[in-house]
């Protein structure tokens, strides 16, 4: 695994931050989740994310959106559109990332319960070859994507 930093470099006193490289889930729905959680308290993003995963209220998508269906659970003058879907695993590893940036906080001697998302980030992580045998002596190439993403919280007075 490739240590990499931020993307942001935002630093002070009321900051705390959290990565994690390599995750096994969508860098589409990751970069989705981002743009949804940043300007966000931190407790509402964990709220909206458990509900995603328990398919009650959908992700809106901005940017890849072709092709995907309308939800009820959104509507177009919330978020700005109504397409959307319900990125479970990448919104369980959401849940689990802020949680341990507000544990840093904590750390940290900030009140966790006022942090704010200003900066959340996905990046496309490492590509994690393999083939899949086929007939006659052929392979077909199976690759498995990874993504980097980052939270950066701050404390709101």
Do not use: W
Request: glycine share 6%.
């Amino acid at each position: 695994m490739a240590r990499t930093e931020y993307s942001n470099k935002l630093t002070g006193d009321n900051i705390a931050r959290a990565k994690a490289n390599e995750l096994g889930c969508s860098p589409k729905h990751a970069v989705e989740i981002a743009h949804l959680v940043r300007n966000m308290m931190a407790d509402d993003a964990v709220a909206y994310l458990e509900q995603v995963i328990d398919l009650k209220r959908a992700v809106p998508f901005h940017r890849f959106n072709r092709n995907v269906s309308h939800q009820k659970s959104l509507n177009g003058k919330t978020f700005g559109t109504a397409a959307g879907r319900y990125p479970v695993k990448a919104a369980a590893e959401y849940v689990r990332l802020i949680r341990s940036a507000q544990k840093n906080a904590e750390y940290a001697g900030l009140a966790p319960e006022k942090m704010v998302i200003i900066h959340a980030a996905a990046n496309k992580g490492r590509c994690i070859k393999g083939i899949f045998p086929r007939a006659m002596g052929r392979a077909t190439p199976k690759h498995k994507d990874s993504v980097n993403v980052e939270i950066i919280l701050r404390e709101v007075q």
